[in-house]
């Protein structure tokens, strides 16, 4: 059981939605469980899926391609609700790119309590909708964009989602932050290699839109710049 | 004026949706035929999808689909398992080859299963066969459509929807088992274009039970008011011995082929003169709508769905019955959903059934196509002309003209443009010469 009360995702997360005796229900149905960097939650045609949320720490989705090659689908961020691993078995493998924090729950106890709250139903409605807009703009990225445009939108990604006061219910983006994964996390999240990875935080670093004080480390210091690079109005 | 000929009309013809028709399938051709083709696939393949959604939350009694009642949610729910593991399953043998373009769904009613369950398939769809920008249609049954289905549609951005209407004659609905006040369809529309959804289509049919050339009249005005961008006019197929639920409507009470012959002449009447062009032989759509361009362009193409501007050559169709197009292919699911379901989920391609296509086939098929579609086909090159004696049997009428090579099917042959392309159907004229 989780106490939901204490949860730092609470107003952002998809029982942001719920009364507080409902939240308690539900949080009788959910457990916390940590994650170590590099476990999978989740492997793919899982046939026991779960679904939860994220309280902290940056996940990702992938699928293995029939050369052997693996495709990250999304990456997901805290407050996220991965709800993808629906139906019997699992479509995707979901891996924690960092130590990561998460409320799991069984998918039929989730389900049955939603179709019991019409607000929570909506709620997922919306994220399910959120996910298929980012599942889009994933791969039109992938289809599509430059080397450069993808490290950008990838940077403007993370200033957007690793917001470091977890319970405003609106996201603040962020001008410092530190990358949660590494280079080579970087180049299989973008389908580049890792030497084109570093190039290019160089020659953004060198337009002075962004500072890298150290390997982890990014400020951003030309916001709307970098929006131009990753092609975002 | 279109003239009556009722010993042309008497010959049944199919509808080439497809060519070969679907009778022509069979089951020594099917998942390894399928396999094979999909890894044949040139890299970049432009894709359509269909995916078939056979529940209706009630079933009406003229329906020849492959549909069932959507009564309980545990079997929807399995279905869509299932649904979701042939799109895994096909993924993983297309290896990433397509692209795909279109999505549309069908049914049944798409609307039959939940909003989220909706976006979750489209959002698999997406990644799985990796459909960053595809223009998206569905079918959508009026009844029980909610402006929350509105909105879910215009978030996934839906591009083109087509709503079941059939008939506004309410004791005709009472005849067919499907009881929809105007006020509904009305409700649904505005619920859509509220949310930016302007390309609806209708769905109308003549030769309904008890459906006078009044009624039909009645419901084309208020059809003609709603001011869909497209209508389609089907001829309702009374066939009871292999369509049991039809057995529920009176025989007795169906309009004579004279009268259907009427309504199909009034429905093109009507639509022509407000506005709407006609597109083959059943569509009609507004000059702005894009099949009407298509049609100008001569970019107008037929596929299970009807009259089509898709120009995608590679359909791949995903649930029970679903058939899927390519080039030197076609294969159709395994139509019992039970079955289905125990294929696809023991990771086995479900196409049981099909027929392929070699180079003289896929030339009667374009030619086939092109009758219906533009109205018009080069004949001169080919050498699959049918005996002259055939041709003057519709060229005295006044239904085809022969000019230059090219057969052209007249303003007064369109009621009968099914008859005169069957004459190019290898698998039909044959029979009839062995016959005759």
Redesign the interface.
Known sequence: MSDCSTCVVRNRAICASLETDELQLLGHLGRKRMIKRGETLLWEGDPAPVVANIIDGVLKLSVNLQDGREQIVSVMYASDFIGRPFGKESPYRVTAMTDAEICVFSRSSFDSFAKEHPDLQNKLLQRTLDELDRAREWMTMLGKKSATERIATLLVELSDRLTVDGCSPTTLYLDRFELPMDRQQISDILGLTIETVSRQFTRIRKEGIIELPDRRTVIIKDRSRLKALAEIA | MWSYHPELLAKPVPRYTSYPTAVEFHDGCGADEYIQALSDMPSGTPLSLYVHIPYCHSICWYCGCNTGAAGKAQRLTAY??AL??EF?LIG?LL??RGKVRRIAFGGGSPNAIT??EF??L???I???F????PEISVELDPRGFTS?WAL?LA???VGRVSLGVQTFAPHVQEAIGRIQPLADIEKSVSALRLRGIDSINFDLMYGLPKQSLQDLNETLTQAIELQPSRVSLFGYAHMPEMIPRQRRIDGDSLPDAELRFEQSELGYQRLTEAGYVAIGFDHFALPTDSLAIAATEGRVHRNFQGFTDDPNEVLLGFGASAISSLPGLLVQNEKNVGRYRSLVSSDTVAAVRGVTRDEETRKRGATISSLLCQGHVDAGASNMLPDAHMLDIFKEKGLIRQRDGQLVITDAGRPYARHIACLFDQFRTRQETVAA
């Open positions: 869509l398992d979701e593991s895994a993983r290896g990433g909003t989220i976006v979750r489209l959002d698999r997406t990644t799985i990796d459909a960053g920008t929350e879910a978030a996934s951005n």
